[in-house]
Structure formats: C-alpha cells, structure tokens
C-alpha cells in the first residue's frame, strides 16, 4: 500500500464516506422513504441528495483552490457544510 501515499487526511476522508454509507443504509433499513420533490425539480431520495452534496462540494473546493489559491481551507469546508444543509433541506 506504499504506493498510495496514504496519509490521515487521505484515511479520514474514506473513513468519513464509509461512515456516511453505513448511515444511509441504516437508515433506509430502519426508515424507509419515499422520494420526494423540491428545488433540483425531480425526485430524489436521501442517497440521492447525499451524491449531489458530495459531487457539489467536490466543485466547492475544487473552486476554491482555482480562485483563492488553497491557502486556508476553512471558508471552503464553511460552505460546503451550508451546501450540505441546504440539499437535504431543500431538495
């Protein structure tokens, strides 16, 4: 595994998503849902709204880093948080 340059950032970031996967599926097993519409204009389900926050803070920091430069992180991590909420709010 050498070859990976695995490092904390690297392991937590999978770590997180795999906590994520676990959640939603607990979840659908124990709540089951049915989809619903909001602001995206089609049905979606929370595995659903979980894809698009991810793809959509992918581009937030990718973004970020263009623009700024990447010095400090945190104002990136801020809004994809407010990102987060927002769709599984309102979407």
Known sequence: ?????????????FA???LLLAVMTML???????????I???PTTRGDRLFV????TAF???FWIRFTGGTTMWPAAVLS???WGAMFRFA
Request: no cysteine.
């Open 1 to 13: 595994m050498a070859w990976m340059a695995w490092n904390w950032y690297t392991a937590a970031f």
């Open 16 to 18: 997180v998503i795999v």
């Open 28 to 38: 659908a097993v124990w709540r089951p849902e049915t989809p619903r519409v909001g």
């Open 40 to 42: 995206l204009r089609f």
């Open 53 to 56: 926050s991810l793809i959509g």
């Open 60 to 62: 937030i920091y990718i």
């Open 81 to 83: 948080v407010i990102y």
